[in-house]
Every structure is written in C-alpha cells, then in structure tokens.
T-cell receptor, first 115, second 115 residues
Framework: DGGITQSPKYLFRKEGQNVTLSCEQN?????MYWYRQDPGQGLRLIYY???????QKGDIAEGYSVSREKKESFPLTVTSAQKNPTAFYLC??????????????FGDGTRLSIL | AQKVTQAQTEISVVEKEDVTLDCVYE???????LFWYKQPPSGELVFLIR??????QNEISGRYSWNFQKSTSSFNFTITASQVVDSAVYFC????????????FGKGTRLHILP
C-alpha cells in the first residue's frame, strides 16, 4: 500500500546536537511538507517542496533545514540553532498542480524531545 | 485574508450523544475548497472530507455529517451517536487555490467521548 513513512517515531536530542527526521513517500506525489505541532496547538508549516531540488520556507523555518534530492524523500534537520525543538513533527505530501481539491496525506509523525 | 477559526478548543460528551464541531472561515477566493481532518491519539492526520464552494448540499457519511453554509462562512461537522473511537482532535482546513500558497489549518478541536 502507498503511504508516507516517518522515522523514527521517537527521537531525543542532546544540547548542541543536530538531528534528522526522515520522511519517505511512495505515493508519487510531487509536493512534500513539514509541520510542527505543539501540545494543544494547531499545525505550523516549517518547510515545503513542490518539486525535486527546490523548497521554500514556511512560517517557522528558523533553526531547521531540509533537502529534496529525490522525489520520494524530504528529510528535515533540526539544528542546534532551534532552541525549543521539543514537539511533534508531521510530514505530508500531495499531488502538485492538481488543484486545491487534493488533500495532503500525512505520516504518523515523529516526537522529538530534548535530553 | 485566509483564515480558519475553530472556536471550540475542547469538547467532552458522553457516548451516544450527538456533537457538532464548528468551523468558520475567511477567504478572498470566490471558489474554494474546505477539508476536515481527524487526528487520533496515534498522531497521524486522517483526511475525512472535501467540500467545494459550488455545492452547499449537506453531506452524510455514516454517523458523520457536514453542514456547509456559504452565507455564514461555516462548515460544521456533526457526529451522531458518538463513540469512544471518535475521541480525537479534528481540524478544519482551507487549501490554497494558488499552488504556491499554503493550506490554512484551524487550531483544532479536541473531542473527548466519555464512556
């Protein structure tokens, strides 16, 4: 079955450390997204990519970086510059150019905590 | 401005009661779509329904129904005869008509169904 796989499910970061969250999709979707969710909060967009080798900052990109070298993969790195990284991170994808009636499909999320 | 408001932060009802989740939106577009997502405790967002602005007919899917009213810019979601498995956070969302714009999520309503 097609879907989005995020790994790991739980991740712990030490002070000053960079960590990378994986997101892989086999839906053949062009567009991919990273969101951050804090307790009791909605979703905030970190980065998104409409096509391979191109990505744009979302609303809260500071302290994060991404790459899009393959259509299937959109890893997110939480750098040491992100001072409050503890949150639930969700990856999503959708068909690009298919109009706004196409919903985003989401992975199961990665819960990141500070040690 | 593009905006989605879910004024109900948290709702608790006893199992088998009916419950309505409110969603009010603002959009500059004359044609648009609206989505509802469910986020169970496992974390993944599950797409529930898509509605376009051309069609104001109510939609029913089993115990779920949606009331779209353009005149009041609302897209409310009703669960009839609620069950414990309906406990989740529910998000209303306004996807962009322009492919370069971002989907706008409401902050979500956390629904507790008490046994």
């Amino acid at each position: 079955d097609g879907g989005i796989t995020q790994s790991p499910k739980y991740l712990f970061r030490k002070e000053g450390q960079n960590v990378t969250l994986s997101c892989e999709q086999n839906l053949n979707h062009d567009a991919m997204y990273w969101y951050r969710q804090d307790p009791g909060q909605g979703l905030r967009l970190i980065y998104y990519s409409q096509i391979v080798n191109d990505f744009q900052k979302g609303d809260i990109a500071e302290g994060y970086s991404v790459s899009r070298e393959k259509k299937e993969s959109f890893p997110l790195t939480v750098t040491s510059a992100q001072k409050n990284p503890t949150a639930f991170y969700l990856c999503a994808s959708k068909k690009a150019g298919a109009g706004s009636n196409q919903p985003q499909h989401f992975g199961d999320g990665t819960r990141l905590s500070i040690l | 401005a593009q905006k989605v408001t879910q004024a109900q932060t948290e709702i608790s009802v006893v199992e088998k009661e009916d419950v309505t989740l409110d969603c009010v939106y603002e959009t500059r577009d004359t044609t648009y779509y609206l989505f509802w997502y469910k986020q169970p405790p496992s974390g993944e967002l599950v797409f529930l329904i898509r509605r376009n602005s051309f069609d104001e007919q109510n939609e029913i899917s089993g115990r779920y129904s949606w009331n779209f009213q353009k005149s009041t810019s609302s897209f409310n979601f009703t669960i009839t005869a609620s069950q414990v498995v309906d406990s989740a956070v529910y998000f209303c969302a306004l996807p962009p008509m322009n492919r370069d714009d971002k989907i706008i999520f409401g902050k979500g309503t956390r629904l507790h169904i008490l046994p």
